[in-house]
């Protein structure tokens, strides 16, 4: 029987865990999440204590470690999630790709959670984009539980509601015995490719250039520090006058030299 046991000495520990691992801060406050989450783990796992998970933590063993960050981080995302950043590429990125002419765009987005948020980016340049310029998009995260669900692209069909009118054609609803979902259409799931990928590690998920990242509600978790070095990365990847958008709710103010604010949540390199 897996003990209720949580101490204060336990949560120091997980704290420190998670953030050496990937940079989420855990203020006091999280605490009780910290101490339900793990306590649900415990009784579906063959771990049975809080003393056993550090352990093995401690022993480094890596599937425990990959169970461990999946269970720390929050993946809460939509369909549409802050449209604002998906006008800018219909009226402003689409354009001027356009006018230069560009055959090819490739996109990260780099915590992409569930899928929802590389589905929205799909269904907008297939929609937008001339059909003589193909895209790619990197969809990556470092939880490998929402990567799966992510490559699957299978939701409840109450998720449908978040997407406009538009682009439903891209989905396809289930019947009789997959009633109650619906499935993202080949043509959007083909242009994606899954990958984990930590964004604190200094490792980059290929050596492609960007045109533009997606980091958004992923730099919220993160201390101005781990922000810092995250933005010389992101910076770094991505092709000349390309462009950033993180959270609205998100800021990178430590790191003006690297990024011209264009609107709120919307950067662009700048060459330094
Ligand atoms: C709240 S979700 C945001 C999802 C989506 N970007 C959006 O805005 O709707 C945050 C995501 O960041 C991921 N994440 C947290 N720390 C990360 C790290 N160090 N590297 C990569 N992804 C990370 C989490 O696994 C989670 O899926």
Redesign the pocket.
């Known amino acids: 029987m897996t003990s209720d046991r949580f101490t204060d000495e336990d949560f120091l520990f997980l704290k420190e865990k998670i953030f050496q ?4 801060t855990l203020t006091e406050k999280k605490k009780d999440l910290v101490k339900s989450r793990v306590q649900s783990f415990l009784r579906k796992s063959e771990i049975g204590s809080v003393d056993e998970l550090k352990q093995e933590l401690q022993n480094s063993n890596p599937a425990v470690i990959q169970k461990f ?2 269970l720390m ?6 369909f549409f ?2 449209s604002k950043h998906f006008d800018y590429l219909i009226y402003e990125l689409i354009p001027q790709w356009k006018k230069e002419k560009k055959t090819e765009i490739k996109i990260w ?6 899928g ?2 590389p589905y929205t980016i799909a269904m907008v340049l297939l929609k937008h984009l001339p059909k003589n310029t193909s895209f790619k998009i990197l969809a ?4 490998t539980q ?1 990567l799966r669900k992510a490559q699957n692209g299978v939701y409840p069909i109450s998720k449908s509601s978040e997407i406009p009118e538009q682009y439903q054609p891209f989905l396809s609803k289930g019947k009789k015995n997959v009633e109650g979902w619906f499935k993202v259409a080949d043509e959007i799931h083909s242009k994606i490719s899954f990958k984990q ?5 200094n490792t980059y998920p290929g050596d492609e250039l960007f045109e533009v990242i ?5 730099l ?3 201390e101005r520090k781990t922000i810092n070095t995250l933005m010389e990365k992101l910076h770094l990847s991505l092709k000349p006058h390309g462009h950033l958008f993180i ?1 609205h709710s998100e800021s990178i103010s430590g790191t003006q030299h690297l990024f011209a604010t264009i609107q709120p949540a919307v950067f662009r390199k700048a060459s330094v």
């Not at 691992?21 to 989420?24: K, R």
């Open positions: 691992l990937a940079g989420i960050v999946n981080t929050t993946n809460k995302t939509d999630r802050e987005c780099s915590a992409s959670s569930t929802e948020e990556t995260d470092i939880d929402v990928h930590n964004l604190i590690e997606f980091c958004r509600n992923v919220i978790y993160f959270g």
